[in-house]
């Protein structure tokens, strides 16, 4: 099976940082792009930032300038750097992941837990 774990939300003040991490485990053959979103209550879930197999990443407008995403190949692991951290940005955060695997050579999309983000003004 496969597997994304996200870590690192918590609570924090306005103005502060956050790194958040997803690690994906099981038989992985390749990985397309691997994203973070976030849901906050009453809101659809958002595109936050996008990484490519290249490397190219994108931001949703909002994080552009605060956050960064990255990736560990090697580990099949995403990061995302959160700076300069808003209330707004409160959220749970997902990470997800398209891919071919042992379960499916076609692409798909595989969706952690989730993670608390929290930011007090």
């Known amino acids: 099976q496969v597997q994304l774990v996200e870590s690192g939300g918590g609570l924090v003040q306005a103005g502060g940082s956050l790194r958040l991490s997803c690690a994906a485990s099981?038989?992985?053959?390749?990985?397309?792009?691997m994203a973070w979103y976030r849901e906050a209550p009453g809101k659809e879930r958002e595109l936050v930032a996008t990484?490519?197999?290249?490397?190219?990443?994108n931001y949703v407008d909002s994080v552009k300038g605060r956050f960064t995403i990255s990736r560990d190949n090697a580990e099949n692991t995403v990061y995302l750097q959160m700076n300069s951290l808003k209330p707004e940005d409160t959220a749970l955060y997902y990470c997800?992941?398209?891919?071919?695997?042992?379960?499916?050579?076609?692409?798909?999309?595989?969706w952690g837990q989730g993670t608390q983000v929290t930011v007090s003004s």
């Open positions: 099981g038989s992985i053959f390749s990985i397309n792009f």
């Open positions: 990484i490519f197999s290249g490397g190219f990443a």
């Open positions: 997800n992941m398209n891919a071919r695997t042992g379960y499916s050579y076609t692409p798909r999309n595989y």
